[in-house]
Antibody
Framework: EVQLVESGGHLVQPGGSLRLSCAGS????????MNWVRQAPGKGLEWVAN????????HYADSVKGRFAISRDNAKDSLYLQMNSLRVEDTAIYFC??????????WGQGTLVTVSS | DVGMTQSPLSLPVTLGQPASISCRSS???????????LHWLQQRPGQSPRRLIY???NRDSGVPERFSGSGSGTDFTLKISRVEAEDVGVYYC???????FGQGTRLEIK
């Protein structure tokens, strides 16, 4: 079964840091570009960051540029999101998702990040 | 940036009746290789998104045949031939080249 499982979300104070993880299984993780997408409470979907299949390129939404860093470890079939200088407006469910353009396009179940004092 | 506009944003439908959602992009989504990376996602209440349709009209594995996608260039449509109770949720179009989402269309049973 093709699967993505996120972890690492929890309550953090403004200005704090958090590292999210996403473990892939059931597909050749190393062949797929990977993304983080977030959803604030009651809102729509917002793309956050992307990393190419081999880690050679990374792209970020303007709202997180300079604060978040995406990375991957293909030997562990894992994707990461290092989040620094967190703001209240970063509160959201964070999903990992593979490149949607080809035959498979899995999404994880999400992990909740709450930024609050 | 490519803008994605969905309509309607709210869609009340009677069980067994058809439903249609429109997605319009601010520029052509035809990629340099001839592919069109326009996809449709479904998010049921309390669940994560799942892809229903990829590259305009290809149904994902396990997606019922009542779901179909069509369109080209800048105008795309998701159709449900006969709405069932399990179809309640929010539907998003996605430009897979630029990772731009539509605002979402909330489908509910009338």
């Amino acid at each position: 079964e093709v699967q993505l499982v996120e972890s690492g979300g929890h309550l953090v104070q403004p200005g704090g840091s958090l590292r999210l993880s996403c473990a892939g299984s059931g597909f050749t993780f190393s062949r797929h570009d990977m993304n983080w997408v977030r959803q604030a409470p009651g809102k729509g979907l917002e793309w956050v960051a992307n990393v190419k299949y081999d880690g050679s390129e990374k792209h970020y939404a303007d709202s997180v540029k300079g604060r978040f860093a995406i990375s991957r470890d293909n030997a562990k079939d894992s994707l990461y999101l290092q989040m620094n200088s967190l703001r209240v407006e970063d509160t959201a469910i964070y999903f990992c998702a593979s490149d949607q353009n080809w035959d498979i396009g899995p999404w994880g179940q999400g992990t909740l990040v709450t930024v609050s004092s | 940036d490519v803008g994605m506009t969905q309509s309607p944003l709210s869609l009340p439908v009677t069980l067994g009746q058809p439903a249609s959602i429109s997605c319009r992009s601010s520029q052509s989504l035809v990629y340099s290789d001839g592919n069109t990376f326009l996809h449709w996602l479904q998010q049921r209440p309390g669940q994560s998104p799942r892809r229903l349709i990829y590259r305009v009209s290809n149904r994902d594995s396990g997606v019922p045949e009542r779901f179909s996608g069509s369109g080209s260039g800048t105008d795309f449509t998701l159709k449900i031939s006969r709405v069932e109770a399990e179809d309640v949720g929010v539907y998003y179009c996605l430009d897979g080249s630029h990772w731009q989402f539509g605002q979402g269309t909330r489908l509910e049973i009338k």
